[in-house]
């Protein structure tokens, strides 16, 4: 092989070596793998424009519908809105409607109600909430000893006067309804009833028992030691 090479030139050489049985065969193999990787790649062409040919019209045609739903429901929306704001109009007005026509009977009424009677309730109202305020006590404690237990009495008008106060406050409520009242002839009775049913102020007596113990020093208001044998 080198003695057939020799004298030969570098291009010479080369094409022998190409020329050979084995190196031969190796380039041939080579080349049907190149062009089996371009075959491959032109049938995935292929391919895709088939798939594309079966499949890019419906995909036109969802696009095109979607389009179409989607303007639909914008003009539906549009028409929506609209009712909205006519529904939302026709309520804003009615309520102005009203609220002007129960404004203008509620102060014809008060226009002519029992204004002296009512407005003298009112004020009895308030002075008796100052009243009670002022009628407050201290707590009178009273302690008796009976046999082996120590008997605490407490004597408060507080929780009346809370109580007095709680009803006063609720006829308070009252006073702008008597103002509504249809027959305004009925207004001093009902006057009437509803001082009758606030409670007065009065003393309350509460009592516990605890054993006897000596040296008991109260802790508020004023004790009194009664010894019951």
């Not at 409520?173 to 102020?201: C, F, H, N, T």
């Not at 009065?202 to 028992?209: M, R, S, V």
Request: net charge neutral; glycine share 4%.
């Amino acid at each position: 092989m080198a003695n057939h090479l020799f004298g030969r030139s570098a291009a010479d050489i080369l094409d022998a070596i190409r020329e050979s049985p084995p190196i031969a065969a190796a380039l041939g193999e080579a080349e049907s793998q190149r062009v089996a990787r371009r075959q491959a790649k032109l049938d995935r062409l292929a391919a895709i424009d088939r798939d594309a040919a079966g499949q890019f019209p419906k995909l036109i045609k969802d696009t095109s519908d979607a389009v179409a739903a989607q303007r639909r429901a914008e003009a539906a929306l549009v028409v929506a809105k609209q009712k909205v704001d006519v529904a939302m109009a026709a309520r804003l007005d009615f309520t102005v409607q009203t609220e002007r026509e129960r404004r203008q009977l509620q102060a014809e009424l008060r226009a002519g109600a029992d204004g002296q009677s009512i407005s003298a309730f009112a004020e009895w109202i308030e002075d008796s909430i100052q009243a009670a305020a002022r009628s407050v006590r201290v707590p009178v404690v009273e302690r008796s000893e009976v046999g082996a237990e120590t008997v605490i009495t407490v004597t408060s008008n507080v929780g009346s006067i809370n109580s007095r106060c709680t009803a006063l406050r609720a006829a308070r409520d009252e006073v702008e309804a008597l103002r509504l009242v249809a027959d305004q002839s009925s207004v001093p009775s009902r006057i009437a009833a509803l001082k009758a049913g606030i409670p007065p102020i009065a003393d309350e007596i509460t009592a516990a028992k605890t054993p006897r113990r000596r040296n008991d020093v109260g802790q508020f208001g004023v004790i009194q030691n009664k010894e019951t044998e």
